[in-house]
C-alpha cells in the first residue's frame, strides 16, 4: 500500500543542512535530497558552512542570531538535515525552539540523550533493553589509572573490544584494538578530545537495523521493516566508505529473518525510541551473535537521508515513498507549531 501523502497547506519550508561536524558532506548529499523531494514547495536551502556562517539562499550572514531572524521571517517550519554535533545533539534545536522556530525531529533532551553514547547505554539498561556489555572511561582517569583500565577491559570486555568516541556519529570515531597496548594507544588519541569514552565488547554476529516513525496524523508510532546489513568483503564493520559508496554493502529490507527476530528488533527499536524520547524518527542499530541474542548499540534520530540510506529504504518498504516520509516528517512539526 502506497501512502501518497501530501501537506494540507503550503508551508514555507527550510532545509537546514552542512554544519560544522565531520558529517558536513553527508548532511549536504541529505539536505539536497530533500530539496529534491520539495522542488514544487520552493523550499529555502539554509546551508551552515564549516566556519560557521549561515547561507540562506544566496544571502549570507555572518552571525547566528541574525542567520535565526531571517530564517524566522522566510519559513514556517525547518527541515534538520543536520547530522553530528552541532545539528544531531540538541544543540540547533536549543537554537531552534528559542527562535520559536518549528523542525523536524526529536527535541533537546531526546537529541543529547540520543547522541551521547554512555548515556544511551545507561537509558537502554534501565529500560531493560539487552546491549552489549561496556564500560565508561572518564578522561579524569586516564593516564594516571591506565593499567586498572586496561585490565578491567581486558577481564570484563576481552580483546579485541571496541572503543567509541562518546558522542561521534556515522561510524567516526571507532576503533577495534586487539590488545591493551593499542587500546593504551587508542585512548590516548580520543582523550586528546573526549572526556569520554565507551569500552564495548565485540559481539560477533549479524548486523541488522531497524527504524521508528511518528506518524502525528494518524497518532501512531510504527516500527519499519527491519533491514539486514551485509558489508562487502572488504569491510570489517559498517565504516563510513561501506555506509555511503554504492554498492559496498549488500541491504535486505524487509530482512530475511524469522517473524520472532523481526518482532524482538522492531520491539527493542521502539523502546529505545520512547525510552529516550525520541520524536518523528529515529533508527537503531542491532547486532544479533549467533545464539539469537538482540543486542541495540545504538539509536540515531537524525538518520541519513542520502539515496544510499537505511531510513528511506525502510519506510519504502512500509509503503512510504521519499515525498511521502519528508511530508510526514513536516506535518509532524507543523503540528507542533505554537498558535
Keep these: ?20 561536524s565531520s558529517e558536513h558532506d553527508i548532511s549536504l548529499s541529505s539536505g539536497r ?63 531552534l525552539d528559542t527562535a520559536g522556530i518549528p523542525y523536524t525531529g526529536s527535541g533537546v533532551l531526546g537529541s543529547a540523550l540520543a547522541m551521547d553514547k554512555p548515556r544511551t547505554k545507561l537509558i537502554y539498561t534501565t529500560a531493560g533493553i539487552p546491549t552489549p556489555p561496556f564500560r565508561v572511561i572518564q578522561r579524569s582517569r586516564w593516564p594516571n589509572d591506565a593499567e586498572a583500565i586496561l585490565e ?15 558522542r561521534e556519529g556515522s561510524s567516526y570515531g571507532i576503533a577495534f584494538p586487539d590488545c591493551a597496548t593499542a587500546a593504551r594507544e587508542v585512548l590516548d588519541q580520543y582523550f586528546e578530545k573526549e572526556s569520554e569514552v565507551l569500552a564495548e565488547k565485540k559481539i560477533r554476529g549479524r548486523e541488522f537495523t531497524c527504524a521508528v516513525l511518528d506518524v502525528a496524523r494518524e497518532s501512531r508510532t510504527i516500527a519499519l521493516p527491519v533491514t539486514e546489513i551485509i558489508p562487502g568483503d572488504k569491510y570489517a564493520y559498517f565504516d563510513l566508505e561501506a555506509k555511503y559508496t554504492p554498492g559496498a554493502t549488500k541491504e535486505i529490507t524487509p530482512a530475511e529473518i524469522p517473524e520472532a527476530l523481526r518482532d524482538l528488533i522492531q520491539k527493542h527499536a521502539l523502546t529505545a525510541h520512547r525510552a529516550l524520547d525520541l520524536r518523528d524518527m529515529s533508527r537503531s542499530d542491532v547486532l544479533v551473535d549467533q545464539a539469537g541474542h538482540a543486542y541495540l548499540l545504538e539509536t540515531n534520530t537524525i538518520p541519513g537521508l542520502t539515496p544510499t540510506s537505511l531510513l528511506p529504504q525502510a519506510a519504502a518498504a512500509a509503503g512510504y515513498d521519499f515525498r511521502a516520509l519528508v511530508n510526514v516528517l513536516v506535518e509532524n512539526a507543523l503540528a507542533r507549531r505554537r498558535p
Design 1 to 20: 500500500m502506497q501512502y501518497n501523502l501530501r501537506i494540507m497547506a503550503a508551508p514555507r519550508i527550510a532545509v537546514l543542512m552542512g554544519g560544522r
Design 33 to 95: 535530497q530533500v530539496l529534491s523531494s520539495l522542488e514544487g514547495d520552493e523550499p529555502l536551502a539554509v546551508v551552515i558552512q564549516r566556519d560557521g556562517r549561515w547561507k540562506l539562499g544566496d544571502v549570507l550572514h555572518e552571525h547566528v542570531g541574525a542567520a535565526l531572524d531571517a530564517l524566522k521571517a522566510q519559513a514556517d517550519v525547518v527541515f534538520i538535515a543536520l547530522h553530528g554535533p552541532g545539528g544531531e545533539d540538541g544543540a540547533m534545536q536549543g537554537c
Design 152 to 166: 578491567d577491559i581486558e577481564q570484563h570486555l576481552g580483546f579485541p573490544c571496541v572503543l567509541k568516541r562518546a
